[in-house]
């Protein structure tokens, strides 16, 4: 199971880069937010030890909604 810290943004405590390279040593934590711009922000190897992101995959946005998914036939790890 994932846990998810989510945030408007990152505290200004905490770099984004401070907040990536913790998240990288944990497969079960991971953070998510969306900047001001309206940039979305995912973090942890949770993403990339899930195979979402090895191609081919698909990312759909919905209002309220984004998905990410392995294309059929892709093997996720």
């Keep these: 199971m994932r846990h998810s810290i989510g945030h408007s943004q990152p505290s200004s ?3 984004t880069g401070a ?3 913790e998240l990288n040593s944990s497969d079960t934590e991971g953070a998510d937010w969306v900047s001001d711009n309206g940039e979305l922000t ?3 190897d949770w993403l990339t030890q899930s195979g ?3 191609p081919p995959f698909s990312i759909e946005a919905l209002p309220g909604r984004i ?3 392995a294309e059929p036939g892709a093997m996720l790890a």
């Design 19 to 21: 907040l990536v390279t």
């Design 67 to 69: 998905m990410i998914r």
């Design 52 to 54: 979402l992101l090895t």
């Design 13 to 15: 405590k905490i770099t």
């Design 42 to 44: 995912l973090a942890g």
